[in-house]
T-cell receptor, first 115, second 109 residues
Framework: KAGVTQTPRYLIKTRGQQVTLSCSPISGHRSVSWYQQTPGQGLQFLFE???????NKGNFPGRFSGRQFSNSRSEMNVSTLELGDSALYLC??????????????FGPGTRLTVL | KNEVEQSPQNLTAQEGEFITINCSYSVGISALHWLQQHPGGGIVSLFM???GKKKHGRLIATINIQEKHSSLHITASHPRDSAVYICAVKEGGSEKLVFGKGTKLTVNP
């Protein structure tokens, strides 16, 4: 089975621009979660999607948004980029069966640099 | 105070040494993950556990739910074990993970 893929792997943007990142989960996985990793804050939860519905959202401003498609692929968008948005953005997929806990499989990440 | 605390922050060991990394958490959880992150960013899930002990090769993870504490042990450490080890706890009924700050392990030959 192919792993979690994220595109693009690297991205350079300037302040004020917007960016869209993509995540394709492992085949059969219906849950996709997004995380931001910065040197100062470490790993922080952004949001989680399951069957095209956002189930949870972290403490990030409304400039951060996401969606999930019927094939479970997910995108996240950041509008009006700020320097502090420079980070590694990771997505993880899982099966999330009700009543059970499931391992998450991480993608390689997209490294976003905002100039 | 962070919900997930890891210790130590940095750890340097000689090849062959026994390594222990600790994780304490303050919230109710459904599961706890130990993750490994190598330079370059890729994260690998090492263990997910909600009770007892798990072993995979030279790695052992334990959790004490009553004490809200978990440990990751590495036996016969090797330079290739050099990485950041991250403890993360999962809130019940959700895929949301809350992460510790990580422990940077360096194993010297």
């Amino acid at each position: 089975k192919a792993g979690v893929t994220q595109t693009p792997r690297y991205l350079i943007k300037t302040r004020g621009q917007q960016v869209t990142l993509s995540c394709s989960p492992i085949s059969g996985h219906r849950s996709v979660s997004w995380y931001q990793q910065t040197p100062g804050q470490g790993l922080q939860f952004l949001f989680e999607y399951f069957s095209e519905t956002q189930r949870n959202k972290g403490n990030f401003p409304g400039r951060f948004s996401g969606r999930q498609f019927s094939n479970s692929r997910s995108e996240m968008n950041v509008s009006t980029l700020e320097l502090g948005d420079s980070a590694l953005y990771l997505c993880a997929s899982g099966t999330l069966s009700s009543g059970l806990y499931n391992e998450q499989f991480f993608g390689p990440g997209t490294r976003l640099t905002v100039l | 105070k962070n919900e997930v605390e890891q210790s130590p922050q940095n750890l340097t060991a000689q090849e062959g040494e026994f390594i222990t990394i600790n994780c304490s958490y303050s919230v109710g959880i459904s599961a706890l993950h130990w993750l490994q992150q190598h330079p370059g960013g890729g994260i690998v899930s090492l263990f997910m556990l909600s009770s007892g002990k798990k072993k995979h090769g030279r790695l052992i993870a334990t959790i004490n739910i009553q004490e809200k504490h978990s440990s990751l042990h590495i036996t016969a450490s090797h330079p290739r074990d050099s990485a950041v080890y991250i403890c993360a706890v999962k809130e019940g009924g959700s895929e949301k993970l809350v992460f510790g700050k990580g422990t940077k392990l360096t194993v010297n030959p």
